[in-house]
Structures are given as C-alpha cells and as structure tokens.
C-alpha cells in the first residue's frame, strides 16, 4: 500500500521538485566546461542518486518500463557529468568552484560518492550490470586511490561511503572496495576534523569506533557510520568490531529513542543527546535517521539472528515511516515531534520550506532528503519480511506476501502469508512447495505480545520469543499464529524527565495518540489526564482511554503550589501516530499525563 | 561583593580577552584605510561598547582613576574608527568589506550602534558630557539621516537601537532620537527582513508590535526589542504600545520563563518555545537574557509601579545573574541549564569556547557578549535598589546600602538599610536624615514571603504585597521588615511537561538544587527522589530534604511497565543553584523527582 503510493507518488514529485530546483541540472553542465552554476547545498548530488536507487528498487517490484527509461536517462546525464579520472561531484573541483576535498568536514563529496555507489547496487542487484556500475567503479576507484592506505589520511564529516564501498565490494567482488571501508572505519574517532561548535563528537569523530559505547552526535551520521561498521565487521570477520557497534546500538536503543523508535533529540545539531533527553514536543526524531536505523537495525539481525532488531523495525516502519509521507506520497516530514502544542498550519504546495521542526507534511524542504531516503526504502521493503538462514527460512515481518525461494542446501521452499496485520493478529503461513525432508520454520514473535499462541494442525500453543518450527513441512500446512492485539498503557523509564508522570497507548506494534483537529476540538490537549488504573479498549472509531481535561490554572507565575483535583472522566478517542495531521491543523501528544488518584493501579513492575 | 568581583577580575579579564581576539584592535585599522582585517564576528564592536559602559558604572562608584584613564584611550580609539559622516563600524564599508547596511538581518550594524549609545549615555551619566558622547550623536544623526521618515525603512536584525536612541534623547534632549526609535518599533513585525530557517519570529519580525501577545523567537532580540518598546511608550505617553508589552511579558513569565528567572528554552535558535515548553536539560536560559530581561522588568516597575516586576528583578539577579560568573569574575556561563546529567568538565584557562550549551563556566567565547553584558548590569546595579516615585521613596531591592537622595517636592531623605538578606530575612530600615513632613516608604514585600511582618516601633504586624507607610518619620525611626525564608517546596504548572511530577526547592528569592560532584557521589541524580511529604528545613550546611536513590532498572527497551517501589529516605543535602559548578566536575539538578508515596501530600492548592 505504501509502496504503491511511493510509486505513484512521490517518485514523480521527487523527480519534478529536484528538476524545478535544479539539482538535477547540476549534472548537465558537464565536467571542466565553464564555470559552473551549481544550484541547491552541497549535497545535492545525493538527493539524485537516493531517487535513483528508489527508482531502481521500485522497477524491481512492478518493472515499469517508462521509470526504467526514466532511470538510463538520469544515468547518461550522470555520466556525462563524471571527470576522466573518476571524480564525480557537481558542486567542486570546476573552475569558480572550491577544490576537491578542500572541505572534508562540510563538503560532503565522500558521501555524495557513497549514495552513487548505492544507486549502483540498487541498479545492479535488480537490472544486472550496466553503464551506472562502470560509473560508480570508476568513482570509488578514485577514492581509493586518493584516500587508500598510501594516500590521504582523511574522513569524510558525513559518513556514508563506508556501507556503500561494503555494499560495492558484495556486488562487484572487488576486495579493494572493502579494504578503503575498514580504513575509513579505523581512521574515525581520532579528531582529525577540524573542530567545531558541535564538537567532535557531531562527526562521531570523538572517540575511536572500537571505543565507544553509545552512538553520539548528528544522528544520520552516527547510524550511517555503524551501518559500514557491521558491514566491515562482518566481512571481514571482526568480532570485536561488531560486538562494539552492537553494544552502542543497543545502549541507543536503551536510553536514547524515543517509543516510536525515532533517534535524535537536539534540532541545534539533528543530534543525539545524553542519555535519557527524550522531549516529546521536541523532538528531532529524523526521518533519515529511521531510514538509517532500519538498515542498521537489519544489519545486526542478520548478523546476529537477534529477532529483536526485527522488532525495532518494525517498531519504526510503522510508527516513523508511515507517519513521514502524505497518504498521496507528495508532502512529508522532516522531523517527528510526539507532541504538538500549538496547531499545525497549512502549507501552500509550490514553497520550498526553509525550517525542519513541527508543522504539517511540507512538499519540499530547501535540504529534502526525507523523501528519496524513506522512498529508497520503502521500495525495498520486501526484502525485509524474510531470511533465509543457515538451514532454514526465518519470517520477520507480518504482511500479505510469498515467498519463494531455495534453503541454504538448495532445497525450494514456497510459502504463503496472510494476514491483516496489524489490525487484527492472526497470521496464517500456508507451505505452498517444498522439496520435502526437515528444515527449520522460524517465526518472530514480538516482545510485546503477551499471550501469543501457535497453532499447527490442533490446539493453541503459547509462544514467547522467537519460534522455531522443525519439521518435514508439505504442501497445504498451515501455521496460525496469533499476536494479542489489546491495546496497553506503556510507562517510561523514570529516567526519562519529560514524559514522568504520563503514559502511552500501544496497540500490537502501533503507538497511538490523542489529536485534536481545530474545529472539532477535544481541548487543550495539556490539560488532558487519563487514568492508567482502566485499561485503554478497541472502540469502533478507534482506541479508547478514560481521561478528561483538568481546569485551566492561569497565574502570572507558573511554580507554586501543588495541581487541584483530577477531572471528571470519559471516554477519549485516539488514532494510531502515524494518522496524525492528514484532518487538518491539529494539535497532538502521544504521552497522555494521568490522573493523581488512578481507579486501581495497574502496577506489576 | 558581586561588584568588587567585577570591578577586580571581570574587566581586566575582559579587555585582555577583547585585546587578544583583536575586537579593540578591529578599530585600530582606521577609517577607510585600505583593506580592513577584521578579526572576530560581526558584532564585535558591540562587546568592546558594552565593556566601556560597563567601565563607566564602574568608575562611577569606585572613582578609579586608571580606569578612566583606560576608558578615554578607548573612546579615543573608537573616535578615530569613526568616518566623516558619522558612520562607524569596523566590519563594513571599507575596501574589502561588504557595503553599509546591506545585510540589516544579519549584520548587526544598528545594533552595534546601540551599544555604542549606550556606552555613552553611562559614560555621560557619570563623567559628564565628553567624546564619546560627541561620537554617540555623530553615530545616530547619521542613523537618523540614513532611516529616518525620508530614508530607509529598514530594521535591524537585532533589536537594540531602540531603547539606546530613546536613552539618548534623554541625555541629550534631542527629540529626532526618540523619533527614530518610533519609527523603528513601528517599522517591525510587517516581515521586512529575509525570510529565514527560523522563521520571522526568530527577529520579532512576524507581527506588528501592537498586536503581539508574547515574546516569542529570539530571546534576546525580543527583549531588548520590548526594553525599546517601553521606553517609547512612555516617552510618548502611548497607553496602547504599553499595554501591549506589558501583556507580551506578562504572557512570558506565566508561560515561557524558568523558575529562576531564566528565558529561552531552545538552543537551536537561542529562541523562546511555544507556552510551557521548559526543559530543565536542555534550558538556554541564556546570560544576556537575563540582563535584557532585568531591564525590561526595571522599566515595567518604573511605568506601572507594579512591584512584581522588582519580584522579577530579584529572581534573576539572585539565581541566573549570580549564577553566571565564576567567584574570581574570570570565566562564566552563556547557557544556563537546570540539569546536568554528565559531568560538567574541567576547561583550559586559554581557550576560546566554541559551544555554548551545558559545560562549566568558560573562560571566554567565541560569542562573548555575556561578561560585558552581565558585567555593566552589576556594575550598574544599585540603580536597581531603590526608586523615589511621584511622592515618595521605595526600596525595592533589600542589601546594605544608603540612600540619600531628594523627594520629588525636593525634601531631603537619607537612610540605610541593614541585612544579612537573603541568608536571613530581617531588614533594618534606619532613617538617617529627613526634612521632616509626612512622606510614603514604600516597602515591597515579594509575593513568596507567606507570614511577613513589620515592625514600627512596636509589635509586629502581618504583611502581604507592597507595605506603604506614610508618615512624618524623624532621623532614628527604625523600621523593621521580616521576611521568612523557611526553605518550600514549589511546584511546576502542570503543563510544564518536562518537570511533570517535580517538586524545586526555594529559600526566600533563591532556588536549590541537588549537585552530586564526582568523587564525592551523591550517586545518580537522574534516580533521586525525594519526599514532598516532608518539609525541606535549613540544616547545618545548607537546605536538606528527605530522599534517596531508587534502584536503576536497566532494560534493553526503556518504555514498559510503571516504576517499582520508592527507595529508603534519608537527609539530602540542596545548594543554592548559583553555587553549583564551583567545586569541580559535578552533575546536577534544580527540578526534583517525588516518591509515589509521599508521607503526606502538602497539597493546599
């Protein structure tokens, strides 16, 4: 469904914006002839090749033959825009322009080069090898002449070439690719960036990589940068390596993101903060940096089977992702606040928005990777449901699907899901093919489903954790798998200062939220207080909590005595985050601040 | 005390930094002579014109020779910057240099001038008409000329041209001052300056003055803005234009200021945030807010005689002012944040700073507008002690101090104050000299002083608000004023969600906090809770309350079930806030967690 609305959508917007606001165009003016008039931020050759590698992504799932046109095109236009040499860049190295790699810190060539490399992959893994490979060969070939063990010593401000030179080396074989990615690695942490008023810490530049212990600073770079750690760790078998990233995800994932799985709380430098500084109204919650967590997040499941990180992926799919794009793929978020205090705006069609935080979906953004990135990502998104293991065939996420694919002994194995996950939990997995004999089924079973059941031919099973299913499967099995979807009140970590005293509505993987649209106001949404001692409920239009708004206690000054008494209580509708601001201007909070006396606490922790 | 730190550290530190930096050497280059090198940000002249008003106050009260002597050289230096026209800045306009006013959103060019302006009005104030008064009406004749009713219609990015045209005209009586600063005030909120990523409010410039009803974007603009506002309100006898900052301030202390006074919630932007956005981690707060919202606040007091405003004075002066600089005058704060969850760390005594968030006090910045600024504020702080109003006299801040000054019927009155204020809350009011006759004291009683006497001769009577006695007092009369600082509890509104389930500690005008430096651990800040059940008392070392630790629940996923039992309680040691930061390497926080169970709620709200 949302694959379809990128499809529809927001590739040709995309590609419309990027065209009116010439950042395709930088291609067009061609390597050495002129000085040139390069239009957009220094990184907008990267905007091109993420709508690339989505366009590619996406030609893969319904081969549309006009987008594939579409992308040969982009890619001559590309290509003619690449220096003898290798070097690829609109913005640097031509005359009236700044040198190559003069500013590694903000010039982001590095990195621009690294999401060419991926558009590559992306063309390669889903038309074969063609004219954008030899190009982005020729790119990294440079770099790793120019930055190789020999050459320069230096890192880009803004990680990305690391996982793309990984992913080049998967595709091309070429073991030079992954040598210049674990140098890029080693090379980071040690302060050779010049300083700044974000520190070190904002490139990840602070601390060695084998150091760390919680990912820091600017948020896409952080999660970009330990994308190309576990591809290097993995390729290069250090076990060390990938236990010092896992262990800095997940210290992350402890203390550092938010319930809808977003990452980074700072608008000053889109970063992480300390631990535990998680302000809902604001926020940062990057789209980019999702898109950036879900790859890393899927990293770590293949490299360590953890069915966990399946779990952060989903938990960010549908409470980050579904929430960045408009239901007619043309307008997204940059930024995702979980509370918002004063009501959203509307937003002409044809204006380039200038700021990041709060707000409605904007059309464009004068930086926009929001859409290519979610929209790269989305068009991949099949390749996250399944996984073929050792022996056997392990599912992990829960959509309409099949698969049809060979064991690791080459045996075919073709199922069936269906389900309407998730509003309701059941999962049916039907075997539609096998070559017969024994191998391993395994199905993941989210930490938050208490209660969940299995059913294979007879009676119910309760499951907890990942299940694995051997047996000799044939044709017409059916697996039943049921995932309890009551919705729930979930508590924060009394750590957490700004959401103390409050709780959340889930429902299976979905956060909800209270929104009161202008004109049909359920309130001031500050002054509403639910009592968590009666269990939120399915009601027909929606979940349903019993809360009620407090009375309004103006004074010229805002600390003084203790709050008056709870509100009388009804039934209070909320609508799962990721609809919030498609009604018009709105406010919004997902932490719902409860009553003093609750009718009984639903304490068990 | 504060003052001799000023006058003994603060401003050699200042001028040494200023001379090291080359922000005094930028106007040694001269008028028009050849390409300029223009050393620091745009606004350094600014900082140079702050450091000579505050020499001026300075001089005032201690009657240093060599530092006069020191303030003429510099005004000679500055004379010398100045071109023929009057035009002086020493970042445009000369060869090299961009022209004249052609960046007013961020070039700070008038804003520069204000300074300037106001330097002078303090050097006039207390040496008498010299040079730099000469330059000051050079400099805003030429404004005048340049954006006056025929000129140009521009305003300055940052505020500050105002109040200084208006404090000029009443030095110098020249009404075409008082004129332009109208014109100004009227000229802003029309969107006139560029369009910006933060948007017009980051610049005031989003609606017209009248029709504000909160200060809002940039803290420190919108102050000085509404300083300007004032002043031209009551120089014209404009009701209206009053009202209506006096509502926009109003607005800002009940919504948008910390408990200690503090304005700005957002880094990003240094800027206000929406109502009740305060978070104490990530507050701003910043100094020079502070002493532009002193001056706002004192110019309030003065046109509505609402000794609120004094309130207001004090809490800053006592908790963000006293806060900011380090005991020797030598390094200082440039954000103030409420909590501290790392370590504050140990700074080299000869760097420039380039961040201004969390940290200990700096040495110096790379913006280094707040020593000068806080430095002319204590410098020039026994104006703000007591006031002589249309009859009358009223003391409005309590410290050691004499006042001998002439009623408006020309009477004269002396008297003295004596008080360990605020270490204790007794004051000693001792008439000293007096033309006799009946004339009103005015006392402000502040609004946290529950259970205030004063005693006349007599028995102590009870007091609430401003105490106005009016008699004929005769040399000796002695008044004394209790004011009762038993440490309180205080609690957030709760909309304010970031200290949601809080309690502060005050005593008397000054806020605590619980400090945990490293090696003498507390123990973590962000597990402490504490009993609002039982009343904080004054201990042998400080304010104590009853808390303790709660155990740390460290899970993989910090949103889950509700919080686990209160810890055992024991006595916990608060310091006043504008201690913290002095004993090393610490964490810290003003805002207090509470137990679940407090002994017994001391809810009377």
Redesign the interface.
């Known amino acids: 469904d949302r694959q379809r609305v990128i499809s529809e959508g927001s590739l040709d917007h995309a590609r419309a914006w990027m065209d009116k606001v010439g950042w395709t165009g930088n291609f067009m003016i061609g390597a050495a002839t002129g000085p040139a008039e390069h239009r957009g931020r220094e990184f907008a050759d990267s905007e091109v090749y993420k709508l690339i590698e989505a366009m590619s992504w996406e030609t893969g799932r319904n081969n549309d033959p006009a987008r594939k046109r579409e992308i040969d095109e982009l890619v001559a236009l590309i290509g003619g825009a690449q220096e003898k040499d290798g070097y690829l860049n609109t913005a640097y190295g031509r005359p009236g322009q700044a040198p190559r790699w003069s500013d590694l810190e903000w010039g982001h060539e590095l990195y621009c080069a690294g999401h060419l490399l991926q558009a590559a992959v992306a063309d390669t893994r889903v038309h074969g090898p063609g004219p954008l490979l030899e190009i982005a060969r020729r790119t990294a070939d440079h770099i790793c002449e120019t930055f190789g063990a020999d050459g320069s010593t230096g890192i880009c401000g803004h990680p990305e070439i690391e996982p793309a030179l990984v992913e080049l080396y998967r595709v091309t074989g070429e073991r030079r690719y992954l040598e210049q990615a674990r140098l890029f690695v080693e090379r980071r942490g040690h302060q050779t960036l010049a300083?700044?008023?974000?520190?070190w810490s904002y490139f990840s530049d602070d601390i060695p990589v084998r150091a760390a212990t919680v990912l820091r600073g600017h948020a896409v770079r952080a999660l970009y940068l330990a994308c190309g750690v576990v591809d290097v760790a993995v390729e290069t078998g250090d076990d060390e390596l990938l236990t010092a990233v896992k262990n800095q995800f997940?210290r992350t994932?402890?203390?550092r993101?938010y319930?809808t799985g977003g990452m980074g709380s700072?608008?000053?430098d889109e970063a992480f903060?300390?631990?535990?500084?998680l302000?809902?109204?604001?926020a940062y919650s990057e789209s980019c940096a999702s898109v950036a967590a879900v790859m890393l997040a899927w990293r770590l499941l293949l490299a360590t089977g953890d069915a966990?990180y399946a779990d952060v992926i989903e938990r960010i799919l549908y409470n980050v992702v579904a929430t960045a794009i408009e239901d007619d793929g043309r307008a997204f978020f940059y930024a995702h606040s979980l509370?918002q205090?004063?009501p959203t705006r509307a937003l002409p069609d044809d204006e380039e928005q200038?700021?990041?935080?709060g707000g409605p979906r904007a059309p464009w953004f004068?930086v926009s990777c929001c859409l290519p990135n979610v929209s790269r990502l989305l068009a991949s998104l099949s390749t996250y449901l399944a996984v073929a293991d050792d022996e056997g065939l392990r599912i992990m996420q829960y959509a309409d699907a099949t698969v049809d694919t060979r064991l690791a002994d080459g045996r075919r194995v073709a199922l069936e899901t269906t389900t309407a996950y998730p509003h309701d939990g059941d999962v049916t997995i039907r075997i539609t093919a096998t070559d017969g004999g024994e191998w391993p089924l395994t199905l993941r079973v989210p930490?938050w489903a208490d209660g969940a059941t299995v059913t294979v031919g007879g009676v119910p099973e309760p499951v907890t954790g990942t299940l694995t299913l051997r047996r000799a499967f044939a044709a017409g099995d059916e697996i039943r798998l049921h995932l309890p979807m009551a919705p729930r009140f979930?508590?924060?970590?009394?750590?957490?200062?700004?959401?103390?005293?409050?709780v959340?509505v889930e429902r299976g993987p979905v956060v909800y939220c209270a929104e009161s649209p202008v004109g049909e106001p359920l309130g001031d949404l500050?002054?509403l207080r639910v009592d968590?001692g009666r269990a939120p409920a399915d009601g027909d239009e929606g979940v349903e909590v019993w809360g009620g708004l407090?009375a309004a206690?103006?004074?010229?000054?805002?600390?003084?005595?203790?709050?008056?008494d709870d509100p009388p209580l009804g039934l209070i509708r909320l609508l799962p985050y990721h609809r919030w601001a498609r009604r018009g201007p709105a406010t919004m909070r997902v932490?719902l601040?409860t009553v003093q006396s609750p009718r009984a606490?639903?304490?068990?922790?």
């Open positions: 300083p700044h008023q974000f520190g997940d994932l402890a203390r993101t319930l700072r608008h000053m903060s300390d631990d535990f500084v302000p809902s109204d604001r966990r509370h205090r004063t200038l700021g990041f935080g004068e930490a979930t508590s924060p970590d009394p750590r957490i200062d700004a959401v103390r005293g409050c959340a500050d002054l968590p407090a206690t103006d004074a010229t000054w805002p600390y003084d005595e203790p709050v008056g932490w601040p606490r639903s304490t068990d922790g």
